[in-house]
């Protein structure tokens, strides 16, 4: 007789990815003692590269797991970013509120997936915001996983969640490392052949402290939307005297970041007769910011002081000398 009984069944956990080492080892050990894992990584939209979702996937390639993507970019504005009850790490990173928006969501995806439990990266003590042991108990209070939520890489140092007490996952197997000495992670990554795990590019952009100038900076000006963030991760940022904000590209990759970036919120700069680079300004700008930006685009080019040079802003052009050095933009800058 073929019957499958419960305790048959194959268990299913759904692992909150970032696409860092320890997510990757905490679906390995998790994975290594039967568990389906399906990685979930949530788009918050301050990732800071382009290149994350190829290395997530080998990343989830190497330890045999499935990944999907879930785009929160304009709940996260909406809800967490700048009403966060626990509030912000060093920079403009809610950290707490943000884990537990986060595993609020894997929560509820978990009956839709079918999936037992969910498991994270985290470690008792390696993060100075998010992961104190205070910080984890009210990640799982804001996501009201309580026990369902395991973390492999710690769970020897905290209480026994629902998947150990039921005996779908061993205890004994996981660790319990705690601090920021990552020197069992990296064994464990020698041991098993991970290659190519260092993420590409750094982290979370709301943990940077220039990008989170640029964004309290602007939202004293606008409000921040989902099409307004791309622009925010390029360029040198300049707020204008009437009040224009001015995005210039620092070198090529920029310059098609800023180009792609361009929402009707803006307008597209480019000089018509030298090579320089793709500026973006506010679509409202007053004529005299326009013209200003259009000489400090032109500044910026491969131009010379003693000469006019024409610069498209938008569907007009203006005639423009540039400055005898970039000096006079400095008075402007949001960030260098
Ligand atoms: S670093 Fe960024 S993505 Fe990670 S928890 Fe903090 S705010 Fe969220």
Redo the contacts with the bound molecule.
């Keep these: 007789m073929n019957r499958t009984t419960l305790s048959d069944k194959k268990r299913r956990a759904i692992a909150l990815f970032s696409g860092g080492l320890d997510s990757t080892l905490a679906i390995k050990l998790v994975k290594d003692q039967g568990i389906e894992v399906i990685a979930l990584n949530i788009d ?1 939209g ?1 990732g800071s590269t382009k290149s994350k979702l190829e290395h997530m996937q080998s990343m989830c390639d190497q330890v045999g797991v499935e990944l999907r993507t879930l785009d929160i970019r304009d709940q996260y504005l909406r809800e967490i970013l700048f009403n966060p009850k626990y509030g912000y ?1 060093k920079n403009f ?3 707490i509120d ?2 537990g928006n986060m595993f609020r969501i894997a929560r509820e995806l978990m009956e839709p997936w079918e999936a037992d439990f969910l498991i994270s990266g985290e470690v008792v003590g390696q993060r100075p915001m ?1 992961q104190r042991r205070d910080a984890l108990d009210l990640v799982t209070g804001l996501s009201e996983t309580q026990e369902l939520l395991l973390r492999p890489l710690s769970a020897k140092v905290l209480p026994p969640t629902l998947p150990e007490c039921e005996g779908w996952v061993d205890r004994e197997k996981l660790l319990g490392i705690t601090g920021r000495n990552r020197e069992v992670q990296l064994r464990m990554a020698e041991e098993i052949g991970l290659k190519d795990f260092e993420k590409p590019g750094g ?2 952009l ?2 940077d402290e220039n990008f989170s100038k640029k964004l309290a900076e602007f939202i004293k000006y606008d409000n921040l939307e989902v099409e307004d963030i791309a622009l925010l991760k390029c360029g040198r940022h300049l707020r204008l005297p009437d009040g224009a904000k001015l995005v210039i590209g620092r070198h090529r990759e920029d310059n098609a970041m800023i180009d792609a970036a361009i929402t009707p919120k803006y307008r597209k700069i480019r000089l018509l007769d030298a090579t320089g680079p793709i500026s973006a300004i506010s679509a409202n700008a007053s004529r005299a910011d326009k013209e200003l930006a259009a000489r400090l685009t032109a500044t910026y080019g491969k131009t010379s002081p003693s000469k006019r040079y024409s610069v498209q802003v938008g569907e007009e052009t203006f005639e423009v000398i540039p400055f005898e050095s970039k000096e006079p933009a400095k008075k402007y800058f949001i960030n260098l």
């Design positions: 918050i301050f790490g990173n809610p950290c943000c884990h998010s982290g979370c709301l943990t």
